[in-house]
Structure formats: structure tokens, C-alpha cells
């Protein structure tokens, strides 16, 4: 019984890491595109750095928490 339970567990953790990644996937492409999408009508420079700095630091936080649900996933 404590290998079904182990390899459901297992399982869960594959399938929650494979959800991850297409969200983190589909946030940075979104950020991208926004970031463009607002630059081209943005008159200065301004307004890119900033844009650049919030979606950077989301992404950076994003690729971080990829990197601990990688480890546990690796790490059975």
C-alpha cells in the first residue's frame, strides 16, 4: 500500500510541476507583451524602466519558485 501511496504522491508532484511551468510560460509571454504593447504608445523611457523592473521582479520571483518545485520534484 505505501508504494501506491508513493506513487501517487509522485504523480501529483509531476503533474503539479508540469502545471507550473505553462503558467509560468504563459506569465512571462503575457509580460512581454504587455511590456511592448505599452512601450509602443508610452512617449519616454520612463515608463519602460518601470514596467521592466516590476515584470523583471516578478519573473526573477517566478524562475525561483520553478527552481524549489524542480527540487522537490527531482528530490523523491
Do not use: R
Not at 523611457?45 to 515584470?55: C, N, Q, S, W
Request: proline content about 1%; charged content about 15%.
Amino acid at each position: 500500500m505505501s508504494n501506491v501511496m508513493d506513487k501517487i504522491e509522485t504523480q501529483e508532484k509531476n503533474y503539479n510541476f508540469k502545471l507550473v511551468m505553462i503558467l509560468a510560460f504563459l506569465l512571462v509571454a503575457m509580460s512581454f507583451f504587455a511590456v511592448g504593447f505599452l512601450y509602443a504608445q508610452a512617449p519616454g523611457f520612463e515608463l519602460l524602466i518601470k514596467l521592466l523592473a516590476v515584470f523583471g521582479g516578478i519573473n526573477i520571483w517566478l524562475l525561483y519558485y520553478l527552481c524549489k518545485k524542480f527540487n522537490g520534484v527531482v528530490n523523491i
